[in-house]
């Protein structure tokens, strides 16, 4: 792979991933609306369908990638039980409470997360840097809660769920990369998912979601929005980044990936007709502006 040459197509791709991820809201409110999913309900249907597709491109690609070490088994539970799961539950809560830039920016507080789990876990230094970086992101949290304002409709419990959020987020990095030495991609990806999505089968409350889509009155149409979000909202964007990164180095991917929190922002006020106030948008710049400030100075290292 040559991480040094930067082709307009996989600068292309990059940003196309982190504007489908953007548009997880519009799914996410619209199996709410055409049945009353709860959020651990979506979770499980867009992690089920992801699996299956991805099961089934790992099987035309290769068919010998299914072969993982029993001693790799605790490893594939934290990246689909831990990360996976743990951050699309907290994030589609997130999305249900609060307005859609609040949830998405929440989320990509995952950097920051990544940093402090790698100084604890592989043991980087923390710098002036990262320091200033880290000030920064938490003024933007405190600036995106709306500072206890009763028109931001957003809760300490919120803020903490789109927190984990992000946790989660960061730990797919950490654990991704230990399993990227020993797996393809496509292995990787296939069994997160699967982990993923067995282990939401368990918290989803199986013969109340039969029900909600046996007695939905638009059956085909929900048939084909559940397909839409897996495939638009998962399958899509991961097959796109990965494809990126190969002729776009990661420290520059991360960076174009956070387009993600600017579509979900335009959506949820275009679509949704979200309100922003001036400190929610000062917040958002100031998360963002300290997630360009660690992948920039990762990317000089």
């Not at 001693?71 to 539970?77: E, G, N, S, Y």
């Not at 956070?258 to 979200?274: D, N, Q, S, W």
Request: hydrophobic share 50%.
């Amino acid at each position: 792979m040559n991480t040094t040459t930067h082709k307009p197509n996989g600068t292309l791709l990059i940003i196309l991933a982190g504007i489908f991820w953007g548009s997880m809201g519009i799914f996410v409110r619209g199996l709410t609306d055409l049945a009353g999913f709860t959020a651990i309900q979506i979770v499980s249907i867009r992690l089920s369908v992801a699996a299956l597709i991805f099961t089934f491109i790992l099987f035309i690609k290769d068919s010998k990638g299914f072969r993982i070490s029993l001693k790799d088994i605790p490893l594939f539970l934290g990246l689909g039980l831990g990360s996976i799961l743990f951050f699309t539950t907290c994030y589609f809560t997130a999305i249900r409470m609060m307005t859609l830039s609040v949830a998405a920016i929440l989320l990509y507080t995952s950097p920051i997360w990544v940093m402090l789990l790698s100084l604890f876990l592989f043991h980087e230094k923390m710098t002036a840097h990262k320091l200033f970086a880290l000030g920064i992101s938490f003024l933007g949290c405190i600036l995106v809660s709306g500072l206890g304002s009763d028109n931001s409709g957003i809760t300490l419990i919120g803020i903490l769920i789109g927190l984990g959020s992000g946790l989660g987020y960061g730990l797919y990095s950490i654990l991704g990369t230990i399993a990227l030495r020993r797996y393809s991609t496509y292995t990787v990806t296939t069994y997160t998912f699967v982990t993923a999505a067995i282990g939401s089968l368990f918290l989803c409350s199986l013969p109340d979601l039969w029900y909600k889509i046996t007695v939905c009155p638009r059956k085909p149409s929900l048939c084909f929005f559940i397909i839409l979000t897996g495939s638009v909202t998962a399958v899509i964007p991961f097959l796109l980044y990965t494809l990126g990164l190969e002729q776009v180095e990661a420290s520059r991917a991360a960076i174009l990936a956070t387009i993600e929190p600017m579509v979900a922002t335009l959506i949820g006020i275009v679509v949704f007709h979200e309100y922003m106030t001036i400190m929610s948008v000062l917040g958002i710049l100031c998360i963002l502006c300290a997630i360009l400030l660690l992948n920039s100075h990762r990317s000089q290292q």
